[in-house]
């Protein structure tokens, strides 16, 4: 929240959000941050098994968990502009499924990526028109175009969706390393930095920040809103696409089947990373930080002998109580509490009403 | 609260400038009765009957129209459960499990010790108004947003129904249930029209004409205006998730009695969300809370049941049905007037308005 070149048109307003708000975003991603580290220490010590994977074996847990961070990153910069966008899942199917099925029609691997992705954008502007072009609800959108898009990948996937991918796809997008590191994580490290520079440094980014916090300001502020929201929901199909080409080079075979698998766990990843569902509220690193640490904990949870199904639970479990979490924090007796200190300890008397929303 | 139980009022408290049009426009009758989502959805179930029937002869015969009918039962009681959440301005997507977990706690005892069918009906709605006062705490007590709430109570119960099952499936079940589930009435009406037909006139009367029913709706309108006028808002909020609860486990029983077997992915499987709030929406509830009701929602269900066995009659395949669906909802959603205010996800937590600055 540090820079908020939009916010000139209620600069008052905004830059007692923005102090406010800001700490508590820092807060909550020192937080998770934190708990990272514990998790991570709490596997190594505790869980024999955990420890013998080395750094190389760790790092490569991340395979089964990156492609829902993609998600989360397209989804978290719908959510933070006050929208919802319920497809993601169902697109990646899709987007894996028309990748495998063109390259299996003869095109070469890479052009059938680059389609796939394509139409995956053309998917997420067709949420955006929905929404934008009859000012309805995304939620509603969302939910009805997620079973168009999950039908149409099960028709196009047929009864066995192509699989055995080329070596050079396999490796790039799929198990392959550098070093230790997985290619997989390289290429969610360029997306994560673009995505978190996008939101948190382009006037693009905080224009559509500020259209979840309050949408008529940043009408009167000379945002064109439905333009914005529309390029929001593209970025999330596009993400979404890519990460249903990262499940099919991990699979090595296009899966129909794992949307709805993924667009839970993509948004728990969201709102543990602090974005508010209401949009207008959260940053990009927050959204990383809880890929890793929702990921991380899912996978420990597994090697350490526990159920895909308990590791599910778990995944409600900490949804909900980092809700009760947050709403706690959120509570206006702590604001006020927090107002009554610094109005004591630094003497500033300036009234702050709060963070009413 | 004398202003919230008015019972004279003919339809839901209406926000302003939408379907109350009908009272100031002076235009027939007819047209004004015309605007209305129930009679619009009436017409068109008998318009896709028509055409159904024109194109597929067999389409209108006496067993289908029943069995359509009777389908479209189990989703009916879970919709209207689904409509008072939403009219409440919640929304609640974990019914499924709820129906899931409902249809095999009954299940395994009646298959493995002939529960009696009034003590499985006793147990259904004890288990799905448990699971629903599950929601309503997170939602009504701690002010989480429903559909995060809603959303993790979906792994966490759908969790449970898998432990549940342990791997066991329900497969075979008494004659009681399955007469119940799949048996005539009277010659044509199946038992299940005859309680689907009894959950929604008992649900629109307790809607309709009682402070209770009519709070609901003034508390899904406006929340703040609805507590300043003496509404319990909270309290009111967590009964529309324990009867959205409660309803989704009877339509859990309704599903083991019409279907016959029950497992770890019942509900899940049927897409019983999906299927919930597209009937409502259809049925013309609007997601902004305070619009809409049973009957509608009710219809939307029998339509959606129509719709689906007509696409099967004109040999559309299966895979597509979600497509179908989801169309419908996308079409439901973008002809509704009254759906367009810009931020419908807006549904913040309720909270009392003196706790803070307004």
């Known amino acids: 929240m540090s820079t908020t070149p939009v916010s000139s048109a209620k600069p008052g307003a905004s830059q007692a959000r923005s102090k406010t708000a800001g700490r508590q975003e820092t807060i909550w991603t020192v937080a998770l941050a934190a708990l990272l580290v514990v998790l991570l220490a709490y596997f190594y010590l505790a869980v024999p098994d955990f420890r013998s994977l080395g750094t190389s074996g760790v790092l490569a847990l991340c395979e089964q968990f990156l492609f829902t961070g993609l998600i989360a990153l397209g989804e978290a910069v719908v959510v933070l502009a006050g929208e919802i966008d319920l497809s993601t899942g169902a697109m990646s199917s899709l987007s894996g499924i028309l990748m495998a099925s063109l390259w299996q029609q003869g095109l070469n691997i890479w052009l059938a990526t680059v389609l796939a992705l394509f139409a995956a954008a053309l998917g997420g502007a067709l949420n955006g028109f929905l929404v934008t072009r009859f000012n309805v609800s995304s939620l509603l959108v969302t939910l009805g175009t997620q079973f168009i898009f999950g039908s149409v990948a099960t028709a196009v996937g047929g009864n066995t969706p192509p699989y055995n991918f080329p070596r050079s796809f396999v490796t790039l997008v799929g198990t392959g390393t550098v070093g230790p590191v997985p290619d997989q994580l390289l290429v969610f490290a360029v997306v994560a930095v673009a995505a978190w520079l996008l939101v948190a440094r382009t006037r693009y980014g905080r224009s559509l920040v500020l259209i979840g916090y309050n949408r008529a300001a940043s009408r009167y502020s000379g945002i064109d809103v439905r333009r914005s929201l529309l390029w929001a929901f593209v970025a999330s199909g596009l993400l979404a696409g890519m990460a249903g080409i990262f499940v099919s080079g991990y699979y090595n075979a296009a899966r129909d089947d794992i949307g709805d698998s993924?667009?839970?766990?993509?948004?728990?990843?969201?709102?543990?990373?602090?974005v508010d569902i209401f949009g207008g509220r959260g940053r990009m690193s927050g959204v990383i930080l809880a890929t890793f640490l929702l990921g991380f904990l899912t996978q420990g949870l597994l090697i350490r002998g526990d159920s895909s199904l308990t590791a599910t639970m778990v995944t409600g479990v900490v949804l909900v109580l980092c809700l009760v979490l947050k709403v706690a924090l959120d509570h206006r007796a702590w604001a006020q509490l927090r107002e009554l200190l610094r109005h004591r300890v630094s003497g500033m008397g300036e009234l702050r009403a709060g963070r009413g929303a | 609260m004398t202003a919230l139980s008015a019972p004279s009022a003919p339809s839901a408290p209406l926000r302003a400038g939408e379907t109350g049009s009908g009272a100031k426009r002076s235009g027939p009758v007819l047209l004004g009765m015309l605007r209305r989502r129930e009679l619009q959805l009436v017409l068109a179930i008998l318009a896709l009957g028509a055409l159904s029937s024109a194109l597929h002869p067999s389409f209108l015969a006496s067993g289908n129209v029943s069995f359509i009918l009777a389908d479209s039962v189990s989703t009916m009681v879970v919709a209207v459960g689904q409509t008072i959440v939403v009219l409440g301005r919640g929304i609640d997507l974990?019914?499924?499990?709820?129906?899931?977990?409902?249809?095999?706690?009954?299940?395994?005892?009646?298959?493995?010790?002939?529960?009696?069918?009034?003590?499985?009906?006793?147990?259904?709605?004890?288990?799905?108004m448990a699971l629903g006062a599950g929601n309503g705490f997170l939602v009504a007590v701690v002010g989480i947003p429903p559909i995060i709430a809603t959303l993790a109570t979906l792994?966490?119960?759908?969790?449970?129904?898998?432990?549940?099952?342990?791997?066991?499936?329900?497969?075979?079940?008494?004659?009681?249930?399955?007469?119940?589930?799949?048996?005539?009435?009277?010659?044509?009406?199946?038992?299940?029209?005859?309680?689907?037909?009894?959950?929604?006139?008992?649900?629109?009367?307790?809607?309709?004409?009682?402070?209770?029913?009519?709070?609901?709706?003034?508390?899904?309108?406006?929340?703040?205006?609805?507590?300043?006028?003496?509404?319990?808002v909270r309290r009111i909020l967590f009964l529309t998730y324990v009867v959205s609860g409660l309803l989704a486990g009877l339509g859990g029983l309704i599903y083991l009695c019409h279907v016959g077997s029950a497992d770890a992915t019942t509900g899940s499987d049927t897409n019983v969300n999906l299927m919930s709030i597209a009937a409502a929406l259809i049925g013309g509830t609007t997601l902004l809370?305070?619009?809409?009701?049973?009957?509608?929602?009710?219809?939307?269900?029998?339509?959606?049941?129509?719709?689906?066995?007509?696409?099967?009659?004109?040999?559309v395949p299966p895979i597509w049905e979600p497509a179908g669906v989801g169309a419908l909802i996308v079409i439901a959603v973008i002809t509704d007037r009254g759906a367009t205010p810009a931020r419908l996800l807006a549904r913040r937590p309720f909270r009392e308005p003196s706790h803070g600055p307004q």
């Not at chain 2, 129906?99 to 003590?119: E, K, M, R, T, Y």
């Not at chain 2, 449970?160 to 044509?188: D, H, K, R, S």
């Not at chain 2, 809370?289 to 040999?315: D, K, N, T």
Request: charged share 5%.
């Open chain 1, 262 to 274: 993924l667009l839970l766990p993509a948004i728990t990843v969201v709102v543990l990373g602090g």
């Open chain 2, 94 to 128: 974990s019914v499924s499990p709820v129906l899931g977990i409902a249809a095999i706690g009954v299940g395994f005892p009646a298959q493995d010790h002939n529960l009696s069918i009034f003590l499985a009906l006793l147990i259904v709605l004890v288990i799905g």
């Open chain 2, 289 to 315: 809370g305070g619009r809409g009701g049973p009957v509608g929602s009710a219809l939307g269900a029998v339509f959606l049941s129509e719709a689906l066995q007509a696409m099967i009659a004109s040999r």
């Open chain 2, 155 to 232: 792994t966490i119960y759908g969790g449970l129904q898998f432990i549940f099952t342990g791997g066991q499936e329900v497969v075979n079940i008494p004659n009681a249930y399955g007469n119940l589930g799949n048996a005539n009435m009277l010659p044509g009406v199946p038992w299940l029209i005859v309680v689907g037909a009894a959950v929604v006139a008992v649900v629109w009367f307790w809607l309709r004409r009682t402070v209770t029913g009519r709070s609901i709706y003034a508390v899904g309108n406006n929340a703040d205006a609805a507590f300043r006028a003496g509404a319990p």
